[in-house]
C-alpha cells in the first residue's frame, strides 16, 4: 500500500547509488547502502546515511542475494527499497519478495515486470497494443527447422535472449551458415547472464536507428511519456553516447512512438519510469524491440531537457502521488557520454584498478553522475562504467562543444578509459551530421587507435614520477610550494600548478 517512504535502502552500487541517494537526502528521505565487500569504501556508501555489509566479492553473494537485502533491510527499518538499473531492477520474484516483505517497491509491480521483461511475452503485448513489432520466429532446437525460419525471415536476421537486455545474448547472422553456431553461443551467453537461455530469431533491420521513449505511470491510472532518446551510437549493442532529443525526429513522428510507448504502457497498468526501445528503419518505420522496466543509465538527458527529476518522480509515485499535468517537454538539446575503465585501442578490455587522481569537469550546462574519487580501486566484479558526463545547450552544436571541452578536462590518472575514442566520435563529421546507426562503430572504429597516445602516455608517467618524488613544485613552474593547513610548506600539487590542461586535447 502507498504511503509516506521515510528510510530508503538503495539495491545497487556507485554511480546511480550515488544518484538515487541526492535526491533522496533533497526529499528528507533517509537512506541505506549496501556494499560487497570490495565496495566496502565505495562512495556510495559514503553517501549514505547508513550502510550494510552484503558480504562476498560477486554480485551472486551481494548485489543480486534477495534474502540479504531483505535482511538488511528488516535490520535498518528501512520501509522501502529502490533497485536502480542493473542487477535486479527487472526481476519480478524482487519486486514481489518487497512487497511480501511490507515495503514499498519503487518501481513497477511485479505483474508489469512479468508481463513485459520477458522479450517473447512484451512483443504479444504491443502487438495487442498496436505497436508495430517486427517479423520473429521461435528457435525450436531443430536445426532444420530454425534454418527454415530464418530464410523465410530473409537474412541478416537477430539471434535475441528472451530475458534481460543490454546487448547480452544477441547475436547477428548473415546466412544459414552461420545460424546454428550464433543460436548456441546466444544461449550459452544467455543462460550465463539471466540464468535463462531461450532466444528467438527477429528480422534485422539493415542501417537501423535505435530510438527510445522515457514513460511515466502512476498509480491513478495515468501514463505519459517525455519525449524521445537517440541511441544509435552503440558497440556490440552497448549504448557509448545518447542525446536528446533526437536529430532525425520529427515531431509527427514523436507524436506517434510516444502514443504507441504509452497505450502499450497502459496496456500492463504500469506504473514508475520506463522506457520503450524502437528501432527505426531508413525510410522512417519504427519497430517495437523491448520495454525496460527500470530507470535507464540514460535517464540524465530527458531530466537535462525537461528540467526534471525522474528519480523524485519515481519515490512520489511510490508514495501515492499523481503525475503532473501535462507532461513537460523539451527545451534544448542534451548530450550523454558514458565513461568506461576500457581500452579501446585494446579490443575494449576492461581496465579495473587504482585511481590515483581525478578531476572531474565542470562548466555551464555540465553534469557529471560519478562514484569516483583519488585512491579508490575500481573492482574488476562488476560493470566498467566509471560516470556518465552530461551537457546542455539551446542547441546540439552547442551541446557537443560543450561535451567536448568537458571530456577534455576530465582527468582520471590510475586507468584507461575511453575518453579519448569518445572525443573522436564526438569530432567526427559523422556525429555533426547525425548519421551514426547502430551498426557503425562496429564496422568503421573497431581497429581505433588513438593518433597521440604515446605523446599522453609520456605526459602522464613524467607528472607521476613528479609525485611520488616530491619534486613536483620547482619542475612545473613558480607556484613550487603552498601551505598546509597547519602553516607549514608541502610541495604543490603538478595538478594544481599545470593550468588548463586537457585530457585528449589538441596542441
Same mark, same amino acid.
Not at 533497485?83 to 517497491?105: D, K, Q
Not at 525450436?140 to 534454418?147: K, N, S, V
Not at 525496460?292 to 509515485?317: F, G, S
Not at 603552498?482 to 594544481?496: H, L, M, V
Given at each position: ?8 535502502l538503495?539495491?545497487n ?32 556508501v559514503?553517501?549514505?546515511?547508513? #550502510? ?18 531483505? +535482511?538488511?533491510?528488516?535490520?535498518t527499518?528501512?520501509?522501502?527499497i ?13 519486486a514481489?519478495?518487497?512487497e511480501?516483505?511490507?515495503?514499498t ?8 515486470i ?25 528457435v ?6 530454425d ?5 523465410? *525471415? ?9 530475458a ?13 551458415a ?12 544467455a ?31 495515468? #501514463? ?18 545518447e ?6 525526429v520529427?515531431a509527427?513522428?514523436r507524436?506517434?512512438?510516444g502514443?504507441?510507448?504509452?497505450? *502499450? ?12 526501445e524502437?528501432?527505426?528503419?531508413? +525510410? ?16 540524465a ?16 509515485? #511510490? ?7 501535462p ?9 550523454e557520454?558514458?565513461?568506461?575503465a ?19 569537469? @565542470?562548466?555551464v ?23 556518465k558526463v ?9 551541446a557537443?562543444?560543450?561535451m ?5 578536462g ?22 555533426? @551530421? ?17 593518433? +597521440? ?12 614520477m ?16 603552498t ?7 608541502r ?10 590542461? @586537457? ?5
Amino acid at each position: 500500500m502507498a504511503g509516506p517512504i521515510r528510510k530508503l535502502l538503495i539495491a545497487n552500487r556507485s554511480e546511480i547509488a550515488c544518484r538515487i541517494a541526492q535526491t533522496a537526502r533533497e526529499m528528507g528521505i533517509a537512506t541505506v547502502a549496501v556494499h560487497s565487500d570490495p565496495d566496502a569504501g565505495g562512495e556510495h556508501v559514503r553517501a549514505c546515511d547508513q #550502510a550494510v555489509a552484503l558480504g562476498g566479492a560477486s554480485s551472486a553473494e551481494s548485489y543480486l542475494d534477495i534474502s540479504k537485502l531483505l +535482511d538488511a533491510a528488516r535490520r535498518t527499518g528501512a520501509d522501502a527499497i529502490h533497485p536502480g538499473y542493473g542487477f535486479l531492477a527487472e526481476r519480478a520474484e524482487f519486486a514481489a519478495a518487497v512487497e511480501a516483505a511490507g515495503l514499498t517497491f519503487v518501481g513497477p509491480t511485479a505483474a508489469s515486470i512479468d508481463a513485459i521483461g520477458d522479450k517473447i511475452r512484451a512483443r504479444r503485448a504491443a502487438e495487442e497494443s498496436g505497436v508495430p513489432v517486427l517479423p520473429s520466429a521461435p528457435v525450436t532446437g531443430d536445426d532444420g527447422a530454425d534454418r527454415a525460419a530464418a530464410d523465410k *525471415l530473409g537474412f541478416p536476421v537477430l539471434v535475441k535472449a528472451a530475458a534481460g537486455g543490454g546487448g547480452r545474448g544477441m547475436r547477428r547472422v548473415d546466412d544459414a551458415a552461420t545460424l546454428i553456431d550464433a543460436i548456441s553461443s546466444a544461449q550459452r551467453e544467455a543462460a550465463s547472464s539471466f540464468g535463462d537461455d531461450r532466444v528467438y530469431m527477429e528480422k534485422f533491420v539493415v542501417g537501423p536507428r535505435h530510438i527510445e521513449i522515457q514513460v511515466f505511470g502512476d498509480t491513478h491510472g495515468r #501514463a505519459v511519456h517525455l519525449g524521445e532518446r537517440e541511441c544509435s551510437v552503440q558497440r556490440r549493442h552497448q549504448k557509448i553516447i545518447e542525446e536528446a532529443p533526437s536529430p532525425v525526429v520529427d515531431a509527427q513522428m514523436r507524436a506517434s512512438m510516444g502514443n504507441a510507448a504509452v497505450a *502499450l504502457a497502459a496496456a500492463i497498468g504500469y506504473r514508475g519510469a520506463g522506457t520503450v526501445e524502437f528501432v527505426v528503419a531508413p +525510410d522512417g518505420r519504427f519497430y517495437f524491440l523491448e520495454m525496460n522496466t527500470r530507470l535507464q543509465v540514460e535517464h540524465a538527458v530527458t531530466e537535462m531537457v525537461t528540467n526534471t527529476d525522474l528519480v523524485r518522480w519515481q519515490l512520489e509515485v #511510490a508514495m501515492g502521488a499523481h503525475l503532473p499535468q501535462p507532461a513537460p517537454t523539451a527545451r534544448g538539446h542534451a548530450i550523454e557520454c558514458r565513461i568506461c575503465a576500457e581500452d579501446p585501442a585494446n579490443g575494449f578490455l576492461p581496465s579495473a584498478g587504482r585511481v590515483r587522481r581525478v578531476d572531474h569537469p @565542470r562548466g555551464v550546462g555540465i553534469r557529471v553522475d560519478s562514484a569516483l574519487r583519488d585512491d579508490w580501486t575500481v573492482p574488476v566484479q562488476y560493470d566498467s562504467m566509471l560516470a556518465k558526463v552530461i551537457a546542455w545547450a539551446p542547441d546540439r552544436a552547442q551541446a557537443n562543444a560543450r561535451m567536448i571541452a568537458a571530456l577534455e578536462g576530465f582527468s582520471i590518472l590510475g586507468l584507461t578509459t575511453n575518453i579519448a575514442f569518445l572525443l573522436e566520435l564526438l569530432r567526427s563529421e559523422r556525429f555533426a @551530421r547525425a548519421e551514426f546507426f547502430t551498426t557503425t562503430l562496429d564496422a568503421e572504429f573497431a581497429g581505433w587507435k588513438p593518433a +597521440d597516445q604515446l605523446s599522453f602516455d609520456v605526459a602522464a608517467a613524467a607528472v607521476a614520477m613528479l609525485v611520488r618524488s616530491g619534486r613536483a613544485g620547482g619542475a612545473v613552474g613558480a607556484r613550487s610550494s603552498t601551505a598546509g593547513a597547519d602553516g607549514a610548506a608541502r610541495i604543490a600539487d603538478p595538478w594544481e600548478t599545470l593550468g588548463a590542461w @586537457r585530457v585528449g586535447g589538441r596542441p
